[in-house]
């Protein structure tokens, strides 16, 4: 099984793909960007295309753009995991992925606290403090 760094190079071309695509028009949709992918490799890859479009989103929204599809201008995992089925539950989020929203809302955003993110994602738990930290 790769890892999550080797998986990212793996995806690459598919990611700068959907940057493009997002700056040059509006935000795409993450499942035509999978839908070519195997059931494993089709979760990783959403949540990094997620992860991508968190950030434009949170960005966007800082410069006072309005988002108003489903996700919106400030969207979180929980968004994400209701609106992009090839994520999978909350609970299945590496905690990699989880500190990366907590960076992109640290930038751009609300700069939430690490015990709102340890006590909402338990599952990470045990990676999560030096993640944040990080």
């Not at 071309?13 to 700056?23: H, M």
């Not at 919106?72 to 539950?89: D, F, H, L, N």
């Not at 990470?124 to 030096?130: M, V």
């Amino acid at each position: 099984m790769m890892n999550p760094a080797q998986q990212t190079k793996l995806f690459e071309p598919t990611i700068l793909a959907f940057e493009k695509a997002w700056i040059a028009d509006s935000p795409p949709s993450i499942g035509s960007f999978v839908a070519d992918c195997d059931s494993f490799s089709k979760s990783r890859l959403a949540s990094e295309l997620a992860a991508i479009d968190m950030e434009l989103r949170w960005q966007a929204t800082s410069q006072g753009h309005r988002l108003t599809d489903l996700l919106g201008g400030q969207p979180t995992w929980r968004a994400y995991s209701k609106c992009v089925p090839e994520i999978g539950e909350l609970a299945q989020l590496p905690p990699d992925l989880v500190a990366e929203e907590y960076r992109i809302r640290c930038l751009w955003g609300d700069r939430p606290s690490h015990d709102h993110f340890i006590s909402a994602f338990s599952k990470q738990f045990p990676l999560l403090p030096q993640l944040l930290a990080e």
